[in-house]
């Protein structure tokens, strides 16, 4: 038998991206012994790659905007699915958050009387993101990161988690294996603080990177944790189309924001037609939607998308206030986008479901299980409005830290994984090694990303979502007999075999909730239920592991007490 | 487009081989999507370190064709018609698998680099002029290309006495940083070795951020060492002042 490496922590944190790197601190600020692990090294998870800024209504650009207004646009640009509580803890907190990466070095571009510049951004009434060029994610993942280790927060890269574990009805430890040897490691903690993003690698074209594959979700629906809104995948408006091998890449909503335009073939600001008062800067799921009609409807670029053009604005600002972007056209495609549109189309983005927490403490339905960030569900509702998810990690990753630690406090008393379970887990992980012949795993991920792109995509359709489902049980049976082969030490194809079991569950929890809500409201589209219906405005979808099924259930949406339900009554 | 033969550098630090392969490529493809493509194809188990495939994380650093580059960025019609592709990991850091590298090293550096230190009354107002400086090194993804070519760690493997480019990149973002109150110039003296720099310009040149690494970070370092420890008018000065 294996022997284990093991460590113990009072509160372990899941995921080094934004959430997961503000967790931390946040923990150890609290006086408990943390410790984070990560998938890969410190630094590159996936909030690197946010570029456009950090959203707060500090006002320092438009004096006007305040939490109330932040608090109503974001439920504004969610289709009022989000959770009240969650939007408005976000709105009041979020310009603390911003001011104190400040306080740890971040640098942020300035206003002319020395404050942090903020930037207009679709669906926010206010120029709200504060922002470094298009770069805002590295600068605070950079910030987060070394305020991490000044901290001495140690760190485990290159570390996959593969399962929670479990003693009793509380979440006590987690395996997980040393990417660069494939041995295995026994964490033991009092809480855990999942923050472990998205699920962009189900989709075939996404802006996410590969380790957007669903861990979090998979792990805790795996102990029976619930997923809500799980119908509601982003897909951002604006991602590379050309060439193939960029297909997707994301072009940020700033080009907009610094005033970009959008145009078909005829050379038409088509916006007008879908959303004439907000233009370009509409929230993403219209945008989206007005692209993809476009598109379908012939009046696309060559490569199948429309044009963003910002040749009308000065060139030398463009590369200043867009540097990214310049070099990612320039160097990937050959187009010069201070002298060229950009060709653009619709590209997986981002999931606004997510595991259900409690907004105040992000207490997932586990004991000793929490969550913050992309991993949660709740907070964007039916549609994220950009800037809104570096926010929501500094707000729900801090809380997040705050509340674990609590936990851990408060239940001092460990609890040992259960041996059964860690071995049952390393078996599983195991299995694929010992088959002499089966399926691929790059094979199964290949058709899983065509089934997600287009049967449950932008545009859905009840046939459509059913073929979906039938598939990929299909694809699931297929899992049972994947083949690795090679060793345990960097064996990606080892890596991916894990994976897909956590993305063949989220996937069938998307397209399940996907079929059930028959409206079309924020990112999800209904080709045949084309209206938003009220009815439908007050049921969020739950899903949970049941036996070897998964089901679906109705939750009446909590109603926001009537002091806030005003802000909404004054603005018609 | 015709087939493209790779060659790719696989196995142990122990022990390793060029393994050779024929992939047929597609318009706009970098080193990166040839290497998924042997992944998914021919070797499932071949090692690559990549996230983002954007040039933003700065992960899937490698050296093809004996530079070294992003795989992600280094898009393959910029090679002849014909030519043979050959990936191999970083010199400067020992192999793990196949085409990644334990960096390791450089994380442990960074744990030594002082944080940034602002004064207790800190009024956070700042100028753009001075963020526009400071910002430059900033854009650092970490993708230690520049640690990897500069000789001094490459073909010297000073590492326990030279900090490298990338950390040199950090302390000038913390020097230039118009609030920071910390000096860093006596580790810079002894730890991390800055003398050892003879401004080749190597790290600079493979840059995929277009950093200044020489002329706008180690060099304004050096001015600042040589004012601190070396100028014999402040020295005077301070013998007479006693300071």
Redesign the interface.
Known sequence: METFEKHEHDVLVIGAGGAGLRAAIEAKAQGVNVGLVCK???????T??AEGGVAAAMGNVDPQDNWQVHFKDTMAGGKMMNNWRMAQLHAQQAPERV?EL????A????T????I?QRAFGGHTCKRLAH??D?T???II?TLQ??A??AQVPVY?ECTVTHLLRAGDRVCGALAYWR?NGKFVVFTAKSIILATGGVGKSFRITSN???YTSDGLGMAYALGAELIDMEFVQFHPTGMV?????KG??VTEAVRGEGGRLTNNKGERFMERYDPKRMELSTRDQVARAIYTEVKEGRGSEHGGVFLDVTHLDGESVKKKLP?MY??FK???DVDITKQPMEVGPTTHYMMGGLRVDAETTATTIPGLFAAGEVAGGMHGGNRLGGNSLSDLLVFGRLAGIHAAEFSRQNKQGITPPDVEIQAATRQMLEPFDRKEGA????IH?ELQDVMQNLVGIMRIEEDIKTALTKLEGLKQRLKTVR????R??????HLAYDLRNLLNTSEAIARSALAREESRGAHTRLDHPKLSPEWEKITHVIQKDGDGMNLSQMPKPQMPPELAKLFEESH | MPDVTFRISTG?AEQNEEKTYRVPV?????VL?AVHYI???EA????????????????CSAEVNGKPKLMC?T?LDDFADGEEIVVYPLKTFPR???L?T???WN?EV??KIK??T?AKD?K?????RD?DR??EF?????CFLCQDVCHVLRNHDKKPEFAGPRSFVRIAN?EM?PLDTASRLDFLKNEGGLGYCNITKCCTEVCPEDIHITDNAIIPLKERLVDEYYDPIAKLFKVFSGK
């Open positions: 890969s090294l410190l630094g590159k998870a996936h690197v790659m001011l400040e306080k740890w070095g640098l942020f571009d300035r002319p009387s020395g404050t510049l470094v060029g770069r994610g590295l600068e950079r070394e305020r280790v000044e890269m660069s990177s590969w380790e050309w060439p193939p091998g960029v890449l994301l990214s070099h990612q160097d990937l495609a691929s795993p790059y094979e290949d690795v082969t090679g060793s030490i960097y064996n990606p194809g080892w | 142990s597609a318009e706009g493809w970098v999507d992944q998914a194809h499932p188990d071949l090692a690559v370190r990549w996230n983002c495939k954007a040039a933003k994380c700065g992960s960025k898009r793990i698998k196949d990644v334990d960096v390791s994380y960074a744990k944080p940034f602002p800190t956070w107002s700042m100028d753009q963020m400071v910002q900033r854009k650092c993804i970490e913390l940083h």
